[in-house]
């Protein structure tokens, strides 16, 4: 922050910015708070004063004045994936345009981390919390909305009980994906699961088996390797399908990171990918486009979900006794390169 001219130990203060802008000392709150009510024009002008300037919110004071701190909390599992930051990049569009600032915290998958860090800023430091696929929440989310403090979940299922949630047909999503490798000629069809200490991982297993029941084909458990969302388990997952006895002809993994590490899994056996064995995945990340092969995956609406989760949440803040929701965004089969017709 640039120090006041008339005595540099001094910040800039709001009051010299109205003066310098022409503007009265609200009409800059309005712009600081995101006030959408302030004409663009304006909005413009005082925002280059503060430029100028060099004049900082004092968040601190901020908060202290109006008694809140106009920041949401949000958790990630790590930020290593085009997942994380499409959902993120719905998220982050939301705040800003509310006026709100983000604080952002990575978990790594550690229950007790995330645990502790929802019970801290629920004592003040933000105002709700953005939580993306949170570890077991059954076990503190009670303590949480006894506070009545605001909160949404992201991309997690079976939590009816537990607090509002935005996610996808991860279900219908896996299902159709496994009735595509199957009308494509495919018997044996391998699958990589994800955490399933999350919802989302177990909807998508039961999709595929539901899929393969309807079309009067077996589950067998040898097929079914249970990983975690990591770009690691999926070479893994890749490497136990390719070497049983019977190995599949496709494999679906529960996200198209693990698919991908498949794809590098098929080519270390020395077969190709599709013409030898096919891969599927799931989310339609960004990259998922530009793999060679493109991947045929299940697109999740990534971005959509971090936008309407951040509206959820905002509601909630308007109105504390709104009712809870849990709302499901359609997902759609992307068919790319990666899949074709089992050889012979």
Request: proline content about 6%; glycine content about 8%.
């Amino acid at each position: 922050m640039r120090s006041n001219e008339t005595d540099p130990t001094k910040p800039v203060t709001i009051f010299q910015v109205a003066s310098a802008a022409g503007v009265s000392y609200g009409t800059v709150s309005r712009v600081i708070n995101g006030n959408r009510h302030v004409k663009a024009e304006t909005r413009e002008r005082v925002l280059a004063v503060m430029q100028s300037l060099g004049y900082v919110v004092d968040r601190k004071a901020r908060s202290l004045a109006s008694g809140r701190s106009r920041v949401i909390a949000v958790t990630v599992p790590d930020l290593g994936t085009g997942y994380i930051g499409e959902i993120m990049r719905g998220i982050d569009v939301e705040l800003s345009q509310a006026g709100y600032d983000m604080m952002l915290y990575t978990t790594h998958r550690r229950e007790f981390t995330e645990q502790s860090f929802i019970a801290t800023i629920a004592q003040g430091m933000a105002e709700g919390a953005l939580m993306v696929l949170p570890r077991n929440p059954a076990s503190y989310l009670e303590s949480v909305r006894a506070r009545k403090f605001p909160f949404v979940l992201v991309d997690h299922q079976g939590i009816n009980d537990h607090g509002p949630a935005v996610g996808a047909t991860n279900w219908q999503g896996a299902f159709n994906a496994t009735e595509h490798l199957i009308q494509l000629g495919h018997k044996r069809i391998g699958f990589i699961t994800g955490w399933m200490d999350l919802g989302c991982a177990r909807d998508r297993l039961d999709g595929y088996k539901a899929a393969l029941r309807t079309h009067h084909l077996p589950t067998d458990a040898d097929l079914i390797f249970e990983g975690d969302f990591s770009q690691p388990d999926g070479y893994k997952g890749g490497n136990y399908l390719l070497n049983l006895p019977n190995p599949p002809t496709a494999i679906f993994a529960s996200n198209d990171v693990m698919a991908m590490s498949a794809i590098d899994a098929v080519r270390e056996h020395g077969l190709r990918c599709p013409e030898d064995i096919s891969v599927m995945g799931f989310d339609d990340i960004p990259q998922a486009a530009y793999t060679h092969p493109g991947l045929t995956t299940v697109r999740q609406p990534l971005e959509k979900m971090g936008r309407v989760a951040t509206q959820m949440l905002l509601d909630f803040l308007k109105d504390p006794d709104a009712q809870m929701r849990r709302i499901e965004l359609p997902t759609d089969l992307i068919v790319r390169d990666s899949c074709k017709a089992p050889a012979g």
